[in-house]
């Protein structure tokens, strides 16, 4: 069974640097085709995609926020980690990892996502 | 503002049919697959389906996709008040180098 769940800080400040850790389990990130992606959702918004991290280690970044993000993965702790500096009250969103399988190239199982909110 | 473009909302009645468009460009929905979500209220989206008309296993049949140059359609016929949720599709767009959705289509079950 593949899983995976996001964990991270509930409330952070503006400017403060984000950092969210997606774990998963049931699939290998050095398995040839397998990539996961960080999507977050702000409320009553559209989802937003954010960064990929390949098998390969081969990294993507949303072209408006790439400056502020860093994704990277630990395969041998089923770890994906992403970082988001300079924190704004616009950055309140739920944010979710998904797996990319190049199976079906589609997100195919996605975290339940945490709720991070910027906020003094 | 998505660069996918779908419709904010569709309606219809229990047991009627009802189509959610995607409109995209060449560098995205014309040269790659496109998968759609339903993200039922409160909960993470759902993979319904890849590849432009393809079912995961347990996805019923009463849910379609298709694909046409630069737009792509999802279809649900045999509406149930259950499937009121959102539906979003997504792709990867090649010339920018990054996934990119659609902003979201509420369907209301009537």
């Known amino acids: 069974q593949v899983t995976l769940k996001e964990s991270g800080p509930a409330l952070v400040k503006p400017t403060e640097t984000l950092t969210l850790t997606c774990t998963f389990s049931?699939?290998?990130?050095?398995?040839?085709?397998?990539?996961v992606s960080w999507i977050r959702q702000p409320p009553g918004k559209a989802l937003e995609w954010l960064a990929r991290?390949?098998?390969?280690?081969?990294?993507f970044y949303s072209t408006s926020l790439e400056t502020r993000l860093t994704i990277s993965k630990d395969t041998s702790k089923n770890q994906v980690v992403l970082t988001m500096t300079n924190m704004d009250p616009v950055d309140t969103a739920t944010y979710y990892c998904?797996?990319?399988?190049?199976?079906?190239?589609?997100?195919?199982?996605w975290g339940q996502g945490t709720m991070v909110t910027v906020s003094s | 503002q998505s660069v996918l473009t779908q419709p904010p909302s569709v309606s219809a009645a229990p047991g009627q049919k009802v189509t959610i468009s995607c409109s995209g460009s060449s560098s995205n929905i014309g040269n790659n697959y496109v998968s759609w979500y339903q993200q039922l209220p409160g909960t993470a989206p759902k993979l319904l389906i890849c590849e432009n008309n393809k079912r995961p296993s347990g996805i019923p049949d009463r849910f379609s996709g298709s694909k046409s140059a630069t737009s792509a359609t999802l279809g649900i016929t045999g509406l149930q008040t259950g499937d009121e949720a959102d539906y979003y599709c997504?792709?990867?767009?090649?010339?920018?180098?990054?996934?990119?959705f659609g902003g979201g289509t509420k369907l209301t079950v009537l």
């Open positions: 991290i390949d098998w390969d280690d081969d990294k």
């Open positions: 998904a797996r990319f399988s190049g199976y079906n190239d589609a997100f195919d199982i």
């Open positions: 997504g792709t990867w767009d090649s010339s920018l180098s990054a996934g990119v």
């Open positions: 049931g699939f290998s990130l050095s398995t040839s085709g397998m990539r």
